[in-house]
DNA sequence: AAAAGTTTGTCAAGGATTTAACAATCAAGT
DNA sequence: ACTTGATTGTTAAATCCTTGACAAACTTTT
């Protein structure tokens, strides 16, 4: 049985993944957790304790292998498989996460994009098409898709992510500025801008002080 | 001197101001927090530790004034003042952000949109149209710009942050897959929607288990 | 006006996370 | 091969955050 990592170390990995990405881009072959706190702005003692939550990655006397533990927490990550992931609501954002090549590059793949705006039935975003919602079921019966993105207003949100939840997608990047909790049998993982504003609002103002 | 007060609440003051918000709308007059909790599921004693860190909101036999403790996050959050934003690269992204009618019910208004790219030049989104980045120190100078929102490819995102700090824009919604610490005398908040992505993928990975 | 019931604000305990410290281990130089 | 220096993995201390508990203060009922 694997012992309960926390959520708090699981937000620092893809940011470990990513200086690591560069040290390779960068052709460093090794680094220690000293010179990655220093660049990080973290450190060390959270670096290596981090680390060791998922195994022994170094070696004392020498540091880290940079290509190997980039693939590693590429790994615990999961981004060296890929991941079909559908766009539910083609309005700006949607259409905007429907065309973010970036993501490909780490192993999620957009494959469809739907809507219920008939106006927009056809209209291509990069190379897909805006389907309707109404096409969402046998859609999901013949392509593996594991996650869907919800870019719609919040009033459609709940019902519409209980209804993939029922054609078989357990994964949920939620857009919507409403909370899906109380959805058995899913994993949501929100991205709220307003609050993100909100947020940057209220420390502008403590600055000020 | 205030009390600092920890970013783990923070994160927590917009959920409360959009639950207010809610009852508000449902002609709610009070609430306890003991209720509150069972909405929003938290602990009530959560929700009062963290409204105790700015004053005695509520009172006792009776619970917490909806409307008056809405108003009072709203202002701790700084939302009840008008914060003009402009977004820097016209992308996909950028005019989504710049489309979101939504944020200017919470205050925010988006008053630029700038890119590099001369096709863009004078392009409509909602009432604004795309300026060039040459035009950026006029534009700050006639305008009162608190926030620039950074949607541009990260290979520029250190060069503008400096540069819009240097013309008087402290504060910084960035987008972009970069970090920007190190840059003084400015407040960041960071939107990496790749991370939030891997972060979907790890616990989709352990939720399989 | 008193009694019963509710609910806050706050203190203290408990739990979680972060940092510091250092023995154990390996690498590199002599 | 031995010594020196570097760096990890891990333990323990320190800090931070969350929860439980309850007196004090208010509301409502009788």
Redesign the pocket.
């Known amino acids: 049985m694997d012992k309960q990592i926390?959520?708090?170390?699981i937000r620092r990995l893809p940011r470990y993944y990513r200086y690591l990405g560069e040290l390779l881009d960068d052709g460093v072959e090794r680094?220690?957790?000293?010179d990655l706190s220093k660049r990080m702005h973290?450190?060390?003692?959270?670096i290596?304790?981090d680390?060791?939550n998922f195994g022994?990655?170094?070696?004392?006397?020498?540091?880290?292998n940079v290509a190997y533990l980039h693939d590693e927490i590429g790994k615990i990550l999961g981004v060296n498989d890929t991941h079909n992931v559908i766009v539910i609501g083609a309005g700006n954002l949607g259409q905007a996460i429907a065309g973010y090549v970036k993501f490909e590059r780490v192993g999620f793949k957009i494959i469809g994009l739907f809507d219920v705006n008939p106006e927009l039935k056809g209209k291509m975003v990069r190379d897909l098409p805006v389907k309707m919602l109404d096409e969402l079921p046998d859609f999901i019966k013949n392509n593996d898709v594991e996650i869907a993105a919800l870019t719609l207003p919040k009033s459609n949100a709940k019902a519409t992510a209980l209804k993939l939840v029922s054609l078989g997608v357990h994964a949920i990047w939620n857009f919507a500025h409403v909370d899906l909790d109380d959805i058995p049998d899913v994993v949501i993982e929100n991205v709220h801008l307003s609050d993100s504003l909100m947020q940057l609002s209220y420390n502008i103002t403590q600055h000020k002080k």
């Open positions: 926390s959520q708090a170390v680094i220690s957790s000293n973290v450190t060390a003692s959270q290596r304790q680390l060791n022994g990655f170094g070696q004392q006397g020498y540091g880290y």
